[in-house]
């Protein structure tokens, strides 16, 4: 009789050890990776996997800006919210391990209870007593077919796509405060471009007024120097709403109040450049480097492991349950070795009819599962997709800045010339007025494309998965076929 609660726990841990999971093991999908990119062979790319991936804005060579970066992963109220979304996933995931272990509750009663003399024939005198109750009852379910297993295997996998969304709450963050410190830059270049050219609008004008006060100009070359002053003058107003909307931003990304950097940024700053030659590696890394390709995998995984939790529901449940309880009507023999009562055994419950809401419980599950993996499959494309474009245009950004410098050289000599031929009589004021548009407009194209090179460089940064940096352990390579794998 000892001997029978230690042969039911025996067959119980037996019974759990022996059974494989329910359900389809996962396999990691490979997929098929172009060896190179199409636009590897331009002369600002390599193939070289960048190693300081993990700080890639510190190649724009700008303290200020790293340090905004910094400050932005301390304090960004988005970045704190995907944090605790990861503490949140972890909790559930804990919820789910602990349905491994057994139920351990202690119980416990007191009660007083009076027998009726009318309601028990021949009591005689009514009866009186008291009853206490003290023990410990468990319960637990024999994960026999692996359900439990099963959940916590995709809690598992939840949690390793939660953490994966911050990374990616990281990066994406990164190059916002990249691109907004960019385009506050080049919203003070355009303002001072403006500003210069302003001045010297207001020359031509003086020079025009001065001529026509003197019988040497008429008086149309004034109204126009007037015309296009004021039409400079207008660009102003919009580029310094542009200047302070871009600094209110930045402090908003920081996790600060809107004007707190308004003394900080003041000043204006040159426009960061990047550096000649970028690192790409090759299109295989981009599926270790992502985190929302890393984060799309293992959403896959865990619908594929819930298919097993819901598989579980079509098998009977085993279970072990027992109590250990001390009962007495006096508390000073509570405790008594025969106040002791023990009792253990196993039970089972299956489901025999439930009209197909377990069986269709497994089809939505399939059907879940095959919408993650088309979800991992889009997330792959789009990647290579987001990163080929992203070279394309930034090689070509290159090129467009460097015709645009030409085109202003070009354009400052023009005007230099207009002024001096108008100023010796050999050329009317519409060249002077046309070559200073064109001036402002070659310079002012000139600093928006600059900018524009740094914003695609940070684009394709941000495409390459810059931002994070993946464990040693968690780093597929490719094979010489191109296919990525662990």
């Known amino acids: 009789m000892r001997r029978r609660p230690a042969h039911v726990i025996a067959l119980a841990v037996l019974a759990v050890c022996s059974c494989k999971a329910i359900g389809p093991d996962y396999e990691k999908p490979v997929t098929q990776a172009d060896p190179q990119w199409s636009a590897g062979d331009e002369p600002a790319f390599n193939a070289a996997d960048p190693e300081s991936v993990e700080t890639w804005w510190e190649g724009l060579e700008d303290p200020l800006l790293d340090g ?4 932005a992963f301390a304090s960004n109220l988005d970045l704190a919210t995907a944090f605790q979304r990861v503490r949140q996933a972890a909790a559930i995931r804990g919820i789910s391990a602990g349905e491994r272990f057994p139920d351990l509750d202690g119980t416990g009663s007191y009660t007083w ?6 309601g028990v024939p021949g009591l005689g005198n009514s009866v009186e007593f008291d009853t206490l109750a003290l023990g410990l009852e468990f319960g637990w379910e024999l994960d026999v077919w692996g359900r439990v297993r099963r959940l916590v295997e ?12 911050l990374h990616d709450v990281r990066l994406i963050l ?3 405060v990249a691109s907004e410190y960019v385009a506050l830059r080049t919203a003070q270049q355009r303002l001072g471009v403006a500003i210069r050219n302003i001045e010297i609008q207001r020359q031509s004008l003086s020079l025009t007024t001065t001529r026509f006060e003197n019988g040497a100009a008429p008086q149309l070359d004034v109204a126009q120097a007037q015309t296009n002053l004021a039409n400079t003058e207008a660009e102003l107003p919009t580029l310094q709403a542009d200047v302070r909307d871009r600094t209110l931003r930045l402090a908003v990304l920081l996790g600060d109040k809107p004007t707190a950097l308004m003394d900080e940024l003041r000043e204006p700053g040159v426009i960061p450049s990047p550096p000649i030659t970028i690192s790409v590696g090759i299109p295989a890394d981009v599926l270790r ?3 929302d390709v890393r984060a799309a995998e293992r959403t896959l995984a865990a619908e594929v492991a819930r298919i097993g939790v819901e598989l579980g529901e079509l098998y009977p449940r085993f279970s072990l349950a027992g109590s250990l309880q001390f009962n ?4 000073r023999s509570l405790f008594d070795a025969d106040s002791l009562g023990i009792s253990i055994g196993p039970a089972f419950s299956w489901n025999l009819f439930d009209g197909g809401r377990a069986r269709n419980g497994v089809r939505a599950q399939e059907a879940a599962a095959d919408i993650a993996a088309i979800g991992y499959r889009s997330a792959v494309l789009k990647a290579f997709e987001e990163v080929e474009g992203a070279m394309f245009r930034h090689a ?8 645009l410098r030409r085109a202003s050289l070009a354009a400052k000599q023009s005007a230099d010339l207009s002024r001096q031929l108008y100023l010796e009589g050999r050329s009317d004021f519409q060249n002077v007025l046309d070559s200073e ?7 002012d194209s000139l600093i928006t494309s600059r900018a524009e090179v740094t914003t695609t460089y940070i684009t394709l940064q941000r495409s390459l998965g810059g931002g994070w940096s993946p464990p040693e352990s968690a780093k597929p390579r490719a094979n010489a076929d191109g296919d990525a794998s662990e």
């Open 174 to 176: 990164a190059a916002e």
């Open 113 to 118: 209870e009076r027998l009726s003399q009318n």
């Open 289 to 291: 480097r992502r985190p």
């Open 396 to 403: 070509r950004q290159i090129e467009r800045t460097e015709a």
């Open 154 to 165: 995709a809690a598992d996998a939840d949690l390793a796509a939660t953490s994966e969304d």
């Open 328 to 331: 007495s009507t006096r508390f």
């Open 437 to 443: 548009r064109e001036l402002f407009a070659a310079e």
């Open 68 to 71: 905004l970066i910094e400050r």
